[in-house]
């Protein structure tokens, strides 16, 4: 993401990241 619209946005990409 660009920007941090939105924290849970973000929390979902980093665990995808971690679980991935």
Do not use: F, I, K
Request: glycine residues 4%.
């Amino acid at each position: 993401m660009l920007v941090n619209e939105v924290p849970a946005v973000t929390a979902l990409n980093n665990g995808n990241l971690e679980t991935s």
